[in-house]
């Protein structure tokens, strides 16, 4: 059973478009985390949020908190190639302490 | 971010021997560190959580005779892929976790199993 669903999978666009992702649960997360990983290498670590309605920007990137907190999106403005990679969610469980549950992951791809 | 390295970053083995690989985080101690495997196109899946100086928590299908965890100091877990097949190929992740929530994660090892 996936606790963390993540959409879309796979997302292909142009230079300039913009594009939102998801992750939802049925659970709640005490916290819920975003990284982007490249080829061959480990996730790094975007931005956590931790309060339910929270809202980050991360220059071209906002990332809001459901006020449940069981769901999170990330959405990307004016995409640029530079942003391919795989993006990814992880919720943490409050009665599992550092313990991180992974959505599947989002494979990006924006084309010049 | 904190700085964590993994040593080899890929390795290239027969089957039936036996690899390890090495997770330091080199900026913090890392009271927890957790173990991931990573197949082609998909996400990260933990395998075992370990604490400092006691035996690592495996994950249901992870075996634990087969990947073998040390975590013997605070800035320094290894992990064994023992008796390695083909069906082990994957890139392997490390997690430290200090006093903070946040975890951050090795570069990853890439092993491929002939």
């Known amino acids: 059973t996936q606790l963390l669903e993540q959409s879309p999978q796979f997302l292909s666009i142009q230079e300039g478009e913009n594009l939102t992702v998801y992750c939802n649960s049925s659970?709640?997360?005490?916290?819920l985390q975003w990284y982007r990983q490249e080829p061959g290498e480990g996730p790094v670590l975007l931005v956590t949020?931790?309060?339910?309605?929270e809202v980050k920007k991360l220059k071209r990137l906002t990332f809001q908190f459901g006020d449940a907190r069981k769901d999170s999106s990330l959405h990307i403005t004016a995409a640029q190639p530079g942003d391919t990679g795989l993006y990814l969610c992880?919720?943490?469980?409050?009665?599992?302490?550092?313990?991180?549950?992974f959505g599947q992951g989002t494979t990006l791809q924006v084309k010049p | 971010g904190a700085v964590v390295s993994q040593h080899p970053s890929w390795v290239i083995c027969k089957s039936g021997t036996s690899v390890k690989i090495e997770c330091r985080s080199l900026?913090?101690?890392?009271?927890?560190m957790f173990w991931y495997r990573q197949f082609p196109k998909q996400s990260l899946m933990l395998m075992a959580t370990?604490?400092?100086?006691?035996?690592?928590?495996?994950e249901q299908g992870v075996e634990k005779d087969k990947f073998l965890i040390n975590h013997a100091s605070l800035t320094l877990s290894t992990l064994t892929v023992t008796s390695a097949h083909p069906e082990d190929s994957s890139f392997y992740i490390c997690?430290?976790?200090?006093?903070?929530?946040?975890?951050?994660f090795g570069p990853g090892t890439r092993l491929t199993v002939l």
């Open positions: 992880a919720g943490a469980r409050s009665s599992n302490t550092g313990k991180l549950i």
């Open positions: 659970s709640v997360f005490s916290s």
């Open positions: 949020v931790v309060t339910g309605g």
């Open positions: 900026d913090f101690q890392a009271t927890t």
């Open positions: 370990s604490n400092e100086g006691s035996k690592a928590t495996y």
């Open positions: 997690s430290p976790q200090g006093s903070t929530d946040t975890q951050y």
